[in-house]
């Protein structure tokens, strides 16, 4: 096996959107891990996941690695500020401006009713869903960038519906939920247990027992007949 990469920090995350590259010493480990059924120290077998021995996290690693975790947790809470336009807003407030900016755009003009009647249709689509992940949605909705959804392509030149730009904005909320549960299998990943030669011999034969019990049973149920 290769030498392991030195330690170093992960790099400080300032936008959720655009997640740091995991420093070496992590991305070995990321390639390296699996997942295995293996036994407890009760004997007890269940599926975890696993890496060699010698890359399990030490203490400093694993701190490292924790703390970059509870870093990327704000971003999935409601309870963190946004900046918009200079400004410092709390996560429904920056809702509300980003979707009565959106309603000035891209489609037929609205009265005030139908204004009123939209935006409580897309604050109940994104009342859930941190500020900057919709946000980065609409950004890319800007751009034209915005992936397809269920395969059908966007047609940028109206705004995004409410549902639209929820599943949009949960796409990119998925990127930073999916690194903090990639990186809690490396914090709990347990030393792949490996077996000498000798055990997997003696196992093999013990199985090929078992296999050959119930014929011999049925052999002798059918002599007795």
């Given amino acids: 096996m290769n030498a392991l990469v030195p330690f170093s920090p992960i790099p400080p995350l300032s936008n959720p959107a655009q997640l740091p590259s995991l420093p070496g010493w992590l991305q070995q480990r990321s390639a390296a891990l699996g997942s295995a059924v293996q036994p407890d120290s009760s004997g007890k077998y269940s599926k975890v996941p696993i890496l ?60 005030r009713q139908s204004s009123d009647a939209a935006t409580e249709d897309y604050l109940d689509a994104l009342e859930d869903v941190p500020a900057w992940s919709v946000r980065e949605a609409l950004r890319k909705w800007n751009r034209g960038e915005s992936p397809p959804l269920d395969a059908k392509p966007h047609d940028f030149n109206w705004r995004p519906e409410p549902p639209t730009l929820r599943r949009l ?5 998925a990127g930073v939920k999916g690194r903090i549960l990639h990186l809690q299998k ?14 997997r011999k003696a196992m093999l034969e013990r ?5 050959r019990m119930p014929a011999a049973n049925s052999s002798t149920e059918e002599a007795a007949e």
Wanted: include cysteine; proline fraction near 2%.
């Fill in 169 to 173: 904005a949960l796409h990119e909320l």
């Fill in 52 to 111: 060699p021995k010698d890359m399990i996290l030490n203490t400093t690693e694993r701190a490292e690695v924790q703390r970059h975790i509870v870093d990327l947790q704000r971003y999935t809470r409601l309870d963190q500020t946004i900046t918009l336009r200079e400004t410092t807003m709390s996560n429904d407030a920056a809702l509300v401006a980003m979707i009565a900016a959106l309603l000035l755009k891209g489609g037929r003009r609205l009265d």
């Fill in 207 to 211: 199985l090929r027992d078992v296999v």
């Fill in 186 to 199: 490396l914090c709990s990943a347990e030393p792949l247990i490996e077996y000498s030669d000798e055990h």
